[in-house]
């Protein structure tokens, strides 16, 4: 036998196992010359079993020792990589001597997404092969990179187009006999860049500003810095270390949870049984999107990136030609973004994109995007006029952040067809796509939409309508406590930075300057809570009997819509300006409020600040969750965590109160509730009080107390 060929799929107990004793059969057989290592159907190595850090039976540290098992081979051992290399999957290819890759095999190591380090001696061996900045990068970011980069990179020797495996075979016989030393990563020395020390102080700094809170980004930089000053066997020791504080921080249970959180939410599923077993999704040749807003114009680019051709419409020409410009500017920033610039995109080509104000256009698109703003009565002339204009079978799907579904589908003929799809801003880069059923939307049109969301590379969430669905709806009580907190007496800046710290990455009221003061104020209007329409003698602080707070109105009807007017709950350099500072008028403003309405001013510590956000909104998750709005407390997190910007090292806010545990979740919120019995965002949902009578049940549990539901976790 000439040479031994190797699987390693994934790095479970057995095929560790199976790679150990070939190895060692390798070693001792004299007529093995060289060893390949590959995997089964086309794929290297996913890496570890993720599932297997959180058993209490966990192999952990044994895949180090047979990476060095590996590189001390005294035969060479050739990795021939497809599909992916990944994580201790390219952690094995690197104690290999030589590693061959196909074209279309992508690599790295994404530990730290989940919240680990490469702890099978990668922090090690890749800076020496590919340099500290580089290997930095891939480690601290675990940024899949492809095969062409690789090779560019040194991170394989070679790439092939054709049957990787017979190219490793081939490598393999031609390095018989030559030197291994020189290809044993552990032997060979980190390569200098000129100063070192300041490179990495630089890069640390950078690294913990990014993670926000998030350790393992810091400790992969920690590892990587023990390769530059001190011997190979030396910073395997202090990787070991680093990996097992991590392990046991928390935080890689959060990550590694929405890992498969997100996972599941793509198996979506309605209370009606309806899911990818009962319906196919349609296939999406054209589309057309309405409205070229901001929401629009996101819409539109997202789509254009996804190669489906597109038309785009507005009501006038003015808008049209408003819209067009800001379009053509996204996608030749996005253009110059990729590999093959503007020609890979494609978007001067009629066929790909076309603007227009003709209705009638839209005659043959398989899908329609309406994006304009949220108004319901402009709503439903549109989805009237699409019901006659769209050929049979067409989906019509609404970006609504809130309206009902079943209302809008009912200017139509067709509401089976109709579906909420509310993208978040920019469209073109936020990942978050929820995914609203009206009474009628039917399950094809469901599957169509979780297709899309698939095809725009954005993680679909499929949720039940009901005011502001799952997103929003949470935000509400959330935004409310916040402001409640400044009527008691807090500061803007003060519940931003308690937040902030917590990791979100924008507190509530910069959120607020942001999106712009006036689109609540708008809504608020529209509801009747303040404005013309709110009935005379209403008291200030008061709907419907319960407390409410009129200073966000107040703010708008002084002018203050945040960035847009240069002034909010900060203030801004200019219009548009994006540096918030504390603004000495907001302060005064907040004091005379409190004086016009008799409120005594508290110091509030942060404590309270962060569980009256968090743990409103939290409640309000119980509530959805027990009404069937979503299926299941990963649909929440997935949710949080990739369209309003929650740390995702915590998991979602679902999974953070199993954390915090529900006791003490329903504790607190009593608490609150009493001291404000006006507030019912407070009062604990009954499920979370069913959760902790029935004895805090671990979250992958907690649907199986609602009746016919049951956890994709
Ligand atoms: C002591 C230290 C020892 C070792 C250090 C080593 C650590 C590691 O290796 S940690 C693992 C590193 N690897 C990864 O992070 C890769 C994770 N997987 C992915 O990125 C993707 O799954 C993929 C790019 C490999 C494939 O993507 P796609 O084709 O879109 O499929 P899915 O993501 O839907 O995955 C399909 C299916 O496989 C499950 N899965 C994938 N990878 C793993 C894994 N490493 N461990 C466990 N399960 C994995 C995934 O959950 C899907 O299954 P379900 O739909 O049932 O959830």
Not at 151 to 161: A, H, P, R, S, T
Not at 542 to 570: I, M, N, V
Request: contains cysteine; positive net charge.
């Amino acid at each position: 036998m000439e040479l031994l060929s190797l699987t390693v799929n994934s790095n479970s107990l057995a095929v560790l196992q199976a790679l150990e004793d070939g190895l060692k059969k390798a070693d001792a057989d004299p007529s093995v010359k060289a060893v390949m290592i590959c995997g089964e159907n086309g794929k290297f190595s996913a890496g570890a079993d993720i599932r297997g850090f959180s058993s209490p039976k966990r192999h952990g540290g044994a895949l180090g020792p047979i990476v060095s098992l590996i590189e001390s081979s005294e035969k060479p051992v050739v990795a021939a990589i497809e599909g992916v290399a990944l994580g201790g999957g390219l952690e094995v290819a690197l104690g290999c001597h030589y590693r061959i890759a196909h074209v279309k095999a992508w690599m790295g190591l994404p530990e730290v997404t989940l919240g680990l380090l490469p702890g099978a001696e990668g922090t090690q061996r890749l800076p020496r092969l590919i340099g500290v900045p580089t290997a930095l990068d891939m480690i601290t970011t675990g940024k899949h990179i492809p095969a062409t980069e690789a090779l560019k990179l040194g991170l394989v020797d070679e790439i092939v187009e054709e049957n990787t495996i017979e190219a490793a075979i081939r490598l393999a016989n031609k390095v018989i006999g030559q030197p291994l030393g020189p290809r044993r990563l552990s032997l060979k020395p980190v390569p200098k860049v000129p100063n070192m020390e300041a490179f990495l102080r630089e890069a640390a700094v950078k690294v913990k500003q990014q993670a926000r809170g998030c350790l393992a980004p810091e400790l992969c930089l920690q590892a990587v810095r023990a390769a530059t000053e001190t011997p190979f066997a030396e910073g395997v020791r202090r990787e070991r270390e680093l990996f097992r504080v991590l392990l046991s921080s928390g935080q890689a249970q959060a990550l590694q949870y929405a890992f498969f959180a997100e996972r599941a939410v793509h198996r979506w599923a309605t209370p009606a049984g309806a899911s990818w077993s009962s319906a196919a999704p349609q296939p999406v040749c054209k589309a057309a999107v309405i409205g070229l807003g901001t929401m629009g114009r996101g819409i539109v680019t997202s789509l254009v990136k996804a190669s489906i051709p597109v038309v785009a419409l507005e009501q006038d020409l003015e808008y049209l030609n408003k819209g067009r410009k800001a379009v053509m500017l996204l996608l030749e920033r996005e253009a110059m973004k990729m590999e093959g610039g503007a020609q890979s995109l494609d978007f001067h080509n009629p066929a790909r994109l076309q603007f227009t104000v003709d209705f009638d256009l839209l005659h043959d698109v398989d899908l329609v995007i309406e994006a304009v703003f949220e108004n319901m009565a402009l709503k439903k002339e549109i989805f009237h006029k699409l019901s006659k204009i769209c050929k049979p079978g067409a989906l019509l799907c609404t970006n609504t952040s809130a309206l009902n579904i079943d209302e809008i589908a009912s200017a139509t003929s067709r509401p089976q067809q109709v579906i909420g799809t509310h993208f978040f801003s920019p469209a073109h880069v936020m990942r978050l796509l929820e995914i609203i059923y009206g009474r009628h939307t039917s399950p094809t049109a469901i599957a169509t939409a979780m297709q899309l969301a698939k095809t725009l590379k954005k993680v679909g969430v499929v949720v039940g309508n009901c005011f502001g669905f799952v997103g929003n709806r949470m935000m509400f009580p959330y935004v409310q406590q916040a402001v409640f907190l400044l009527e008691e007496g807090s500061r803007p800046e003060a519940v931003d930075q308690v937040l902030e710290d917590f990791g979100f990455k924008i507190g509530p009221f910069r959120m607020s300057d942001l999106a712009g003061l006036d689109v609540g104020w708008r809504s608020r209007q529209g509801q009747g809570l303040t404005g013309p329409s709110l009935p005379a003698g209403t008291p200030a602080r008061q709907r419907q009997g319960q407390r409410y707070s009129p200073l966000p109105d107040l703010l708008c009807e002084h002018g203050r819509f945040g960035q847009k007017t240069a002034k909010g709950w900060y203030q801004y350099e200019k219009a548009g300006g994006r540096t918030a500072t504390p603004d000495p008028w907001l302060h005064s403003f907040l004091s005379r409020y409190r004086d016009t309405h008799g409120i005594k001013a508290r110091f509030i510590d942060q404590e309270e600040i962060l569980e009256r956000c968090l743990f409103s909104l939290i409640n309000e998750g119980f509530a959805i969750l027990a009404e069937g709005i979503a299926s299941g407390p990963e649909h929440l997190d997935v949710i949080y965590i990739n369209g309003y910007g929650w740390p995702r090292h915590r998991g979602g806010p679902m999974f953070y109160a199993s954390t915090v545990g529900l006791p003490r979740v329903l504790d607190k919120l009593q608490k609150y509730s009493e001291a404000h019995p006006d507030v019912p965002g407070l009062r604990p949902s009954a499920f979370l009080k069913k959760l902790v009578a029935v004895g805090n049940p671990p979250i992958k549990e907690w649907m199986s107390y609602l009746s016919q539901q049951s956890s994709k976790l």
